[in-house]
């Protein structure tokens, strides 16, 4: 097959490697503000009222307990510097010689791989730090076009700010009080016109009574009336009844019901007889008063 | 905010096009006011007043709970050669088929492609967008890109 017909799989390698494991395996400096803002943004650890997990040997923290710094140069005095041998080479045999030798080769090689891994991380942040200022200003200026400007902000009309709040201005606390009170009232005089005029209509009922009959004697007197030829009368009744069955009205029944409506609506009778408001100014003792008021006024003249 | 609401608007205005009507009134909500306000924005109402059932108010009069129901919002309308700058009115999202689009979908409308089955904008068009509680255009959603509900498009 000729080459380049296929891609090569895994990069050229034979399957796919593990990860490099990092050299450092605790930070080497401090995180700096971007990467504490990120860190801020993580929601992590235990809440308070959750319950740590309990295993043997081993304590749960709350949160992450961050892996202490050990700086590069740190790093190369403790494993490198304080654990070489202090000997004298000249007075250790051949064997030791060369064992020595190599220690100090291997510790050379760790030396060089901690610098220049640092060197290597050094590289990649100051990389990372271009890419965050670019990402920055690239949002600054997003910003800017998406915001309005100061002076648009002051000239424009403020539609915007109008249409953010309540467009109906709310009823004060004393507007509010004197509609409630003024709802009260309304409901009350309802209340007392429909009591009125119950208490009318019984009053007109209590009026109409007295000629109830109750008795013997008077239902007697109703059926000898009732039954008596009186052509008058007779004629009088079949005529509203005639008239009734029509539609229409006696003109002089009705004008001297209408009289007599007026009358009694003038004085403040019911069928000529007292009305509500007398009754009541009888029961309160109102018209009393006023005749001892009349009757004194007289008297003093 | 409801979407028959925004219809009704939409046909009051059309039948008012039709007749040749300068000024129209409509009730006055904070929905209507929205959307007239990017009407008049975009340049398809040339004024936009308060004012009750009688016309616009000649001294700006506060809304209250007591006047409200006399309240109305009066749109200007615009003519050129005499005919209406306003020559269409539609509903994409309907009552009983609301269209939501991902700030992709949006972008992507706002660039002028078909979405779905809704044509791409066309230039001198407006599409509005509601957004959470607010309505913008299709153009100031895409640039903050974000997502929502694509109501209608007028042209």
Known sequence: MPPGKRTIKFGGKSGILPRLRPIFKTPIRPKNDHELAEDANIEQGYAENVPLPKKRGFKFQRTLTPKPVISVEERIRKTIDETTPKVDVSKLSEEEKWKHQVGEIRRQHLREAYLKEHE??????????????????????????????????????????YLKGPIVRQRTFEEQTIIDAKRVLNRKMTELELKEEKANELLELYHASSKFIINEEQLQ?????????????????????????????????????????????IVGELNGKPGLDIVKDTIDGQIEKLRREAELAINKD | MSLAN???????????????????????????????????????????K?????????????????????????????????????????????PSRKVNLSDVEIKALSSGINVRFIEGLQPGEIILVKVGDEIMEIQEAAKKGVHGMVLCRIR
């Open chain 1, 120 to 161: 290597r991380l050094k590289k990649i942040d100051e990389l990372e730090n271009i890419k965050h200022e670019k990402e920055k200003e690239k949002q600054q200026l997003n910003k800017q076009h998406l915001e309005e400007s100061e002076a648009s902000k002051l000239t424009i009309p403020t539609m915007e700010d």
């Open chain 1, 221 to 265: 007197k109703a059926i000898i009336e009732a039954f008596q030829s009186d052509i008058n009368k007779f004629e009088n009744a079949q005529l509203s009844v005639k008239d009734k069955m029509r539609g229409l009205k006696d003109p002089s029944k009705e004008l001297e019901r209408s009289e007599n409506m007026f009358l009694d609506s």
């Open chain 2, 6 to 48: 925004l219809a009704n608007y939409s046909s009051h205005l059309k039948n008012c096009v039709r007749l040749n009507i300068s000024t129209t009134s409509v009730p006055f909500n904070k929905f209507n006011l929205k959307i007239s306000y990017h009407l008049y924005k975009e340049g398809f109402l040339s004024s936009l």
């Open chain 2, 50 to 94: 308060k004012g009750s059932l009688n016309g616009p108010d000649k001294v700006p009069v506060e809304v209250t709970s007591d006047n409200i129901a006399t309240r109305r919002l009066w749109l200007g309308l615009k003519y050129r050669n005499n005919n209406a700058i306003i020559k269409h009115f539609e509903m994409i999202s309907k």
